[in-house]
T-cell receptor, first 115, second 114 residues
Framework: AQTVTQSQPEMSVQEAETVTLSCTYD???????LFWYKQPPSRQMILVIR??????QNATENRFSVNFQKAAKSFSLKISDSQLGDTAMYFC????????????FGKGTKLTVNP | DAGVIQSPRHEVTEMGQEVTLRCKPI?????LFWYRQTMMRGLELLIY????????DSGMPEDRFSAKMPNASFSTLKIQPSEPRDSAVYFC????????????FGPGTRLTVT
């Protein structure tokens, strides 16, 4: 079974600064996807960024980028130029390709951006 | 295009009552997922369907829970009888599995069982 671990229950950052959220996962699969979801107080789950395991290049989406280390099974999220609207819970998630294609989530990191 | 639609958004019920949560996936999507979010267990899959057929129901807690997908545009999650420990946020998500691996989430239903 796959597991996803987020070791930082809470983090805070000053507006305009950079913050990195950590995620590690455990799997015996070789073909899978990794995601970061954002959940603001509205509770809507919003996809922030995604990474295909077969791609060596790290994904980027505007101010959001990942550091994907496949051998270490690590998938961290970097948020640059943090904004107040980035305040939310952030969930790392794993999905295998083929078989059960459910998302397996970490417990989340609560990020607060301070003015 | 409308996103995933869930109803009701909030439900308060008494222990022992039947609860039915509803989901309309995004038109054209052929996979549908039901997740539950609690403080203790986080986000976990209950069941998912491909082309209206249940594929993985290993997360369904017990016989009190049942899910159906009678057609491509509608799914229900039923709890009978409900218990206080069922209090949670229930999310529905859908996906077009033939060409996209992203799951699109609905706004969730907050269920409170007293």
């Amino acid at each position: 079974a796959q597991t996803v671990t987020q070791s930082q229950p809470e983090m805070s950052v000053q507006e305009a600064e950079t913050v990195t959220l950590s995620c590690t996962y455990d799997t015996s699969e070789s073909n899978y996807y990794l995601f970061w979801y954002k959940q603001p107080p509205s509770r809507q789950m919003i996809l922030v960024i995604r990474q295909e395991a077969y791609k060596q290049q790290n994904a980027t989406e505007n101010r959001f980028s990942v550091n994907f280390q496949k051998a270490a099974k690590s998938f961290s999220l970097k948020i640059s130029d943090s904004q107040l609207g980035d305040t939310a819970m952030y969930f790392c998630a794993f999905m295998r390709r083929g078989g059960s294609e459910k998302l397996v989530f970490g417990k989340g990191t609560k990020l607060t951006v301070n003015p | 295009d409308a996103g995933v639609i869930q109803s009701p958004r909030h439900e308060v019920t008494e222990m022992g009552q039947e609860v039915t949560l509803r989901c309309k996936p995004i038109s054209g999507h052929n996979s549908l997922f039901w997740y539950r979010q609690t403080m203790m267990r986080g986000l976990e899959l209950l069941i998912y369907f491909n082309n209206n057929v249940p594929i993985d129901d290993s997360g369904m807690p017990e016989d009190r829970f049942s899910a159906k997908m009678p057609n491509a545009s509608f799914s229900t999650l039923k709890i009978q009888p409900s218990e206080p420990r069922d209090s949670a946020v229930y999310f529905c998500a859908s996906r077009q599995r033939d060409w996209d691996y992203e799951q699109y989430f609905g706004p969730g239903t907050r269920l409170t069982v007293t």
